[in-house]
């Protein structure tokens, strides 16, 4: 069954009892320009590999201010933290963006664990299953998903898409939100079927409007670009939607 999947492009996901990625089984064969392009990603100057972690990271500052924004939150500061973050963020601006965000998104007693119950069993599904989608869409653009430009942990099979996905993750933490206010606070079917309808959520894209599972797409080809180029500006981070657009995520949960 797991030959028949790869043979067919799949990418198969094993997870653990948190709902956390253990393990990957991708297809590396049929991709038209994949040896040019793993060949070029291997290679990737540090340099290169510094500027488009800053792009990453500020795409998700921005995402996060626009989740505080779509829970009436005030996040002028989340806009000055995005302007500081340099290449490589050597201060970290990531983490105190993180240190500011999940208090007011969550409240002051909220701690992210993932190997906790609850709210963070939800949030590791959440992420699993856009992991999942950037993990697919790095494939597809023939790259290899562990051969990341800022993870570089020697045991993730998931290193480049746990670089990408970091601007799509508010999404998840809105969903999650949704979820507990509807009382849930497990991952039962309806949950899943809640995380799973974000791929097609709408967003702004360059030609307008895209859907997340395509935003992804666009996300990792343009970094096969700029891994082709030498150039992070081809990088091409997903926009977030506004703020009305946002605040109506969870209207589908029942």
Known sequence: MVAALAER?????????????????????????QNARMRAQWNASKPLAKQLWREIVVAKIRWQAAALEAEGVEAGAFDMLARRVRSGDPDNIEAQAARRYWPLLMGPDFRRDRSADGINALLNYGYTVLRSLVARS??????????????????????LADDLIEPFRPLVDLMTIKLTAKGYSEVSADVKRAYAGLIALDLPGEDGTTTVAMAATYLCQSLARSFETGKASNLNPPRPPSAIELAGLGATVT
């Open 9 to 33: 492009g799949a990418l198969l996901v094993l997870c653990g009892s948190n709902h956390a990625p253990v393990a990957v089984c991708l297809p590396l064969d049929g991709h038209h320009g």
């Open 138 to 159: 790095v494939v597809a653009a023939g790259l290899h998903p562990s051969i990341g430009i800022h993870h570089a942990n020697r045991g993730n099979a998931f290193a």
